[in-house]
């Protein structure tokens, strides 16, 4: 099976093919240009590098966020335009699935179990989701940095994601030595994303093209004693 990906949660974003469960190429965009400025040159540019056709593709896959909703409208739109095009399926992946799978992929027993998935959410926040031995422990939320730390003190905690690059003196600042990090911090994701979708759709996962939509997060508040509440 042939799988084409796409990442648009970011801004300089990625694409991906995978065939069979492994990486042929990823390739990491142009943040100097808006996404609806590469789109769909960047996913021919990668089929032409590995000298595959379209009727090649098996299966389309795209990260549904969170993010920039310029960005994940942009990449949902052109890959359900490329799925109704050539007549094959298309599977949405959360980022924050596909962060935490590759800061989980090369886990060895013993290693931490917990994984921390922070997305840069701008004005001082982050979109958040936490796992535990691969499973989401609760939705996926946005909030201050600090009111998320609060929850996690105390206990040895992988962090990974664009928003751990921009909070990580805050991190540090919180947990001391309980905090560790990826290595990269903030990894290219399409082609987590491209396995991901292939898992699923293995289970029977086939949602029609148009049933794919960008995935939002709640908010969190914090109240005067430093606790967390969804509102």
């Not at 609806?36 to 090649?56: F, K, V």
């Not at 691969?134 to 009111?147: D, H, L, S, T």
């Not at 289970?203 to 093209?209: H, K, L, R, T």
Request: aromatic share 4%; hydrophobic share 50%; with cysteine.
């Amino acid at each position: 099976m042939v799988i084409l990906a796409l990442d648009t949660t970011t801004r300089p974003g990625s694409c991906a093919l995978v065939r069979d469960g492994q990486l042929l190429r990823e390739e990491l965009g142009d943040a100097a240009r808006e996404q609806a400025e590469r789109l769909p040159a960047d996913l021919a540019a990668l089929l032409a590098s590995e000298s595959i056709s379209l009727d090649a593709i098996d299966l389309l896959a795209v990260a549904t966020g969170p993010g920039s909703f310029t960005g994940l409208r942009v990449g949902i739109a052109t890959m359900q335009g490329l799925a109704m095009a050539i007549g094959v399926p298309l599977i949405g992946v959360s980022a924050l699935d596909a962060l935490a799978h590759l800061a989980t992929s090369g886990r060895k027993d013993g290693d931490d179990t917990r994984v921390a998935t922070w997305i840069d959410a701008w004005r001082g926040e982050v979109f958040a989701a936490t796992y535990e031995n691969g499973r989401e422990m609760a939705p996926a939320i946005v909030a201050k940095p600090e009111a998320l730390l609060a929850g996690l003190v105390g206990q040895p905690v992988l962090f990974t994601g664009d928003g751990v690059r921009a909070y990580r003196e805050t991190i540090q600042a919180a947990l001391g030595v309980h905090a560790r990090f990826t290595d990269p911090v903030s990894p290219v994701l399409a082609g987590a994303v491209a396995v991901l979708a292939g898992v699923a759709f293995r289970s029977g996962e086939q949602p029609p093209p148009h049933a794919i939509k960008p995935l939002y997060v709640r908010r969190l508040d914090a109240d005067l004693v430093g606790n967390v509440r969804p509102v």
